[in-house]
């Protein structure tokens, strides 16, 4: 079992920063391939970016690339995602989620994560 624990949300005008945590718990936490979703309301939960259990290899969304950095601490199992220039449209709820096994091809599709965590509210508006 991996528990997931997001932190960091909160309200930003546009253009500011916000560092999303999850604190991963488990006995193989630190094996597991990770990444953000986010849900915005009335929308679908959508792929934000997603890192490999080893730190090596990481993907984003077209909409976040050069804004979002994603990242991971495995001494301490935490993973970060930085938001730069942040916009409107970015409000969602965050969610963090793990996977064991490949990182594979198919790291945008939410189906294929095993956990989750409760979710951080990120508001953008002026």
């Known amino acids: 079992q991996v528990r997931l624990v997001e932190s960091g949300g909160g309200l930003v005008r546009p253009g500011g920063s916000l560092r999303l945590s999850c604190a991963a718990s488990?006995?193989?936490?630190?094996?597991?391939?990770m990444a953000w979703f986010r849900q915005a309301p009335g929308k679908e939960r959508e792929f934000v970016s997603a890192?490999?259990?080893?730190?090596?290899?990481?993907n984003y969304a077209d909409s976040v690339k050069g804004r979002f950095t994603i990242s991971r601490d495995n001494g301490e199992n935490w993973v970060y995602l930085q938001m730069n220039s942040l916009k409107p449209e970015d409000t969602a709820v965050y969610y963090c989620?793990?996977?064991?096994?490949?990182?594979?091809?198919?790291?945008?599709?939410?189906?294929?994560?095993?956990?989750w965590g409760q979710g951080t509210q990120v508001t953008v508006s002026a």
């Open positions: 989620a793990a996977r064991g096994g490949s990182y594979g091809s198919n790291y945008y599709n939410a189906e294929t994560y095993n956990y």
């Open positions: 488990g006995r193989t936490s630190s094996t597991y391939n």
């Open positions: 890192i490999s259990w080893g730190g090596t290899t990481t």
